[in-house]
């Protein structure tokens, strides 16, 4: 418990971030088990840490309902052309689930339906039942263009549509 709670010197805005960047996949355990942590032991600290990673994801790599895979720790993703979104990302629906739980508070409520509304209504999923791998969070126009770099596979059903699966059944259960 105590080397958790260390880690506070190590992050960027609660957040780990690793070259001057954050990135979602690194900061899903984390966040998930700051959350279990407090659910075991009842000491809020790791509540507040988890809540203030929570408003630093969603502030850094929140984009059109999608969580981002990656933006600077600095200024997000400022300037940025191609937003880019894995439905791994989707886990955190999961995990904002786990906080409205506890805390009743409608934000994480709202968060959990904004992000899994964005990843429901994608032409991808709309098409063939399964997430891409690689989601534009935006400029559809560049699908056409971008769309001879994607190689197979398009879609990863363990780990990227498991996961956000298990958000969504968590979600509407």
Same mark, same amino acid.
């Given at each position: 418990? #105590?080397?958790?709670? !260390? #880690? ?26 700051? *959350?279990?942590?407090?659910?075991? #032991? ?26 981002? &895979? ?9 300037? !940025? ?7 791994? &990302? ?11 739980? *506890? #805390? ?16 429901? !209504? ?16 935006? &400029? ?9 770099? *994607? ?23």
């Amino acid at each position: 418990q #105590t080397r958790i709670l !260390r #880690t506070r010197n190590r992050l960027t805005d609660g957040l780990f971030a690793e070259g001057g960047m954050v990135k979602a996949f690194s900061n899903h355990d984390f966040l998930l088990g700051l *959350i279990d942590l407090y659910e075991l #032991t009842d000491d809020s600290q790791y509540l507040d840490m988890a809540s203030q990673g929570v408003r630093s994801l969603r502030q850094k790599l929140g984009h059109k309902g999608f969580l981002l &895979n990656q933006a600077s720790a600095q200024d997000g993703d400022q300037g !940025r052309i191609i937003h880019r979104a894995n439905p791994f &990302n989707g886990g955190y629906i999961e995990l904002y689930c786990d906080l409205f739980r *506890i #805390t009743g508070n409608q934000k994480y409520l709202n968060f959990a339906e904004e992000e899994s509304g964005a990843w429901l !209504r994608s032409a991808f999923f709309r098409r063939h039942g399964l997430f891409q791998r690689i989601e534009l969070a935006d &400029n559809r126009w560049l699908y056409p263009v971008l769309n001879w770099r *994607i190689r197979p596979p398009l879609a990863r059903l363990f780990k990227d549509n498991t996961n956000l699966m298990y958000s969504l059944v968590e979600l509407h259960h």
